[in-house]
């Protein structure tokens, strides 16, 4: 009855959403805190005084939400915690302006960066070439991968848990294949530097296609926004679900230039020619709009990160030093597993993954300061 593709299908596994219980969810790498109370107000007064627009299909090329988010990184260089705030003005770091200015253009959004990923996958990945990947990333790929038939090559990380860029380029002009991965990677926290990913275009072919998931780049990576100028098959995917405390709005976005997202959207039209709702688009305005609220969020998440793993080395817990809202963790007497039951038991959720390699460790959010209190205590008893 079913198809051959559908009996290969491997499925996403997301972190654990308990009904059973209320627990402090640590285990999903969503924000600590609520969007802003500008985000709420739009939501309110459109879904209150506009209730005909949900009776009606919204704009299918979510033009004002574009311009938002490319206004947005203008003004924050697209590095929220290292931005500078002065009351409600935002500008971005020395380090992180961009020479040019971003147009709505070079912007594409979606449900969530996971339905951009697959279109990417779709627009830019042949099943005839083997797709670079490194061991560890985030585990969509592989998903993706096998859903449109395209095999993958691996490569093993350094054991300082880095990518070995050198290997992955190897491979991929071997292939004949673009790349794609995350920076900072997920589940290591690593990230690459803006320098040593230029570093990897100019040895790159230029007719491939070059995909940078910077998910987590708010909290402390460096973004390639401003290397779109130089290369052109470099595409860059985001997500509000992070930094912009926005994980139950499902959306998802791309920084790329124009014949790129061009290529994308052709794809989003001949699934679903209006794919994000009208709630969703006035959310996502409201957010871009209100810049200043989601650099401070950003701030405290990277500050409470870095008291975290100085709580690690005091307490002789082992971790990979993160730049995003997570760390990765094993206690060196004690399985990942175990770790994982232990805290649970205090009401408390991290991730474990049974992958073969990461099987020791557990995955925690970074949240508030009173959700981390309550788990340095979870973790001072085991």
Known sequence: MISNRMKNLHPYVPGEQPKDRVYIKLNANENPYAPSTKVQDAVVDFVKN??????????????????AIAEMLNKTGGVLCNAVVDGEDVKPSEKDKIPFTVTPEMVYSGNGSDEVLSFVFY????????????EFTYSFYPV?????????DVVPMKKDWSLDTN???????????????ANPN???GIGLSRAEIREMLLKADKDEIFVVDEAYCDFGGESCIPLLEEFKNLLIVRTFSKSLCGAGMRLGYIVANPELINYVTTVKNSLNHFPIDAVA??????????????????KKVAEERETFQNFLSEKGWEYIPSRTNFVLVRNPKVSGEQVYQKIKKEGILVRHFSTKGIEDYVRITIGTKEQMDALKKAMEAI
């Open 144 to 152: 993706y991968a096998g859903f449109y038939n395209i095999e993958t």
């Open 50 to 67: 506009n209730p005909m627009k949900l009776a009606l299909y919204p704009d299918p090329d979510s033009l004002e939400l574009h311009a």
């Open 167 to 181: 290997e992955m380029l190897n491979r991929a002009s071997k292939n004949g294949s673009g790349l794609i991965f």
């Open 123 to 134: 627009a830019f990945f042949d099943s005839g070439k083997k797709l670079v990947l490194p």
């Open 186 to 188: 997920a589940p290591s």
């Open 281 to 298: 688009q006035i959310a996502g305005v409201a957010a871009c709009k209100n810049p200043a609220y989601y650099c401070e969020c950003a």
